[in-house]
């Protein structure tokens, strides 16, 4: 079983940074896959970013690609997602995820575990 903790949300202005970051639990992290998605009020749950159980795989929604980078240190069971350049429409709650298969697949059923999830506003 794993256990999900994402931090770094917070108010920022157009064009600014934020990094979030999922820490997890579990001894067999290292072998998840991780999503990043995110749920804006009123709208559905998207996937945004998913990276493989070693880091060399990753893939990104078009909405997000060139704008945000996921990656991974395993020694530290942790998962970062860096958002630059952000933008209003990026705001949201953001949730990591780990689905079993390893791969950090864009579809959301396939994730079993999920972290309570960090706000994200972008306002000027």
């Known amino acids: 079983q794993v256990q999900l903790v994402e931090s770094g949300g917070g108010l920022v202005q157009p064009g600014g940074s934020l990094r979030l970051s999922c820490a997890a639990s579990?001894?067999?992290?290292?072998?998840?896959?991780i999503g990043w998605f995110r749920q804006a009020p009123g709208k559905e749950r998207e996937f945004v970013a998913g990276?493989?159980?070693?880091?060399?795989?990753?893939n990104y929604a078009d909405s997000v690609k060139g704008r945000f980078t996921i990656s991974r240190d395993n020694a530290k069971n942790t998962v970062y997602l860096q958002m630059n350049s952000l933008k209003p429409e990026d705001t949201a709650v953001y949730y990591c995820?780990?689905?079993?298969?390893?791969?950090?697949?864009?579809?959301?059923?396939?994730?079993?575990?999920w972290g309570q999830g960090t706000q994200v506003t972008v306002s000027s």
């Open positions: 579990g001894r067999t992290f290292s072998s998840y896959g």
């Open positions: 995820a780990a689905e079993a298969g390893g791969w950090g697949l864009p579809t959301s059923n396939k994730y079993a575990y």
């Open positions: 990276i493989n159980w070693i880091g060399s795989s990753r």
